[in-house]
Nanobody, 118 residues
Framework: EAQIVESGGGLVQPGGSLRLSCAAS????????MSWYRQAPGKARELVAR????????GYADSVKGRFTISRDNAKNTVYLQMNSLKPEDTAVYYC???????????WGQGTQVTVSS
């Protein structure tokens, strides 16, 4: 019943920007911390950014700190990842995750492809 749908991926040149969106439904969005993960071919999935349920706190991987910004709009049940100054090493499938540890609940989206290349 719960559903998470990522969008906004695509092909962009180095130094460019993209904004990813993650639309959620079927659960109480405002009760869940939201995260963006990414996975490149042949590599392990890694945490990119995380935001608390109320949006009061964020965290980032060192590799994206200062370039990426995670945000959420609880009225729209949507989380965003603004990606600036993109590098070829940012190329990966980006996944959206919802987690509520208190009830051991976790949901994943299907992923959206981001390719950074000239």
């Amino acid at each position: 019943e719960a559903q998470i749908v990522e969008s906004g991926g695509g092909l962009v040149q180095p130094g460019g920007s993209l904004r990813l969106s993650c639309a959620a439904s079927g659960f109480t969005f405002s009760s869940y911390a939201m995260s963006w993960y990414r996975q490149a071919p042949g590599k392990a999935r890694e945490l990119v950014a995380r935001i608390t349920s109320g949006g009061s706190s964020t965290g980032y991987a060192d590799s994206v700190k200062g370039r990426f910004t995670i945000s959420r709009d609880n009225a729209k049940n949507t989380v965003y990842l603004q990606m600036n100054s993109l590098k070829p090493e940012d190329t990966a499938v980006y996944y959206c995750n919802a987690e509520r540890r208190l009830v051991a609940s976790n949901y994943w989206g299907q992923g959206t492809q981001v390719t950074v290349s000239s």
